[in-house]
């Protein structure tokens, strides 16, 4: 698939940006499926005033909840409540299921 450049307004200044073909075929083979919001300057902006990329207050106050493993039988810890219907992996057994997934 050939790519060309492509202008995108930035949500935080406004100004236009250029997503090239190069930027374009990395999100791809890296399998990122949205285009960038910001332009250069605002994501690097935006990452000095937040480390965490605005995802710090989320991960803070955590709730672990201890589990058993749908797959192995292992005892483990999730970061949210389990819901009856859905079965709840270990981390090791959850990458096992997602690379599964993405064949």
Same mark, same amino acid.
């Not at 058993?68 to 981390?91: H, M, N």
């Given at each position: 698939? !050939?790519?060309?450049?492509?202008?995108?307004?930035?949500?935080?200044?406004?100004?236009?940006? #250029?997503? =090239?073909? /190069? $930027?374009?075929?990395?999100? *791809? %083979?890296? /399998?990122?499926?949205? $285009? +960038? *919001?910001?332009?250069? !300057?605002? &994501? =690097? =902006?935006?990452?000095?005033?937040?480390? %965490? /990329?605005?995802?710090?207050? &989320?991960? @803070?106050? &955590?709730?672990? @909840? +201890? #589990?058993?493993? !749908?797959?192995? /039988?292992?005892? @483990? @810890? #999730? +970061?949210?409540? +389990?819901?009856?219907?859905?079965?709840?992996?270990?981390?090791?057994?959850? $990458? *096992?299921? &997602?690379?599964?997934?993405?064949?």
């Amino acid at each position: 698939m !050939a790519f060309e450049d492509k202008q995108i307004i930035c949500r935080d200044c406004g100004e236009p940006f #250029v997503f =090239t073909a /190069g $930027e374009q075929q990395f999100y *791809q %083979e890296k /399998g990122l499926e949205h $285009e +960038p *919001q910001r332009c250069r !300057a605002c &994501r =690097t =902006t935006r990452r000095s005033r937040d480390p %965490e /990329g605005g995802r710090g207050m &989320r991960t @803070t106050n &955590r709730v672990m @909840t +201890p #589990v058993i493993c !749908a797959s192995c /039988g292992q005892q @483990t @810890t #999730v +970061p949210f409540e +389990p819901k009856l219907d859905r079965p709840v992996y270990c981390s090791a057994c959850f $990458e *096992q299921q &997602r690379a599964s997934f993405r064949r």
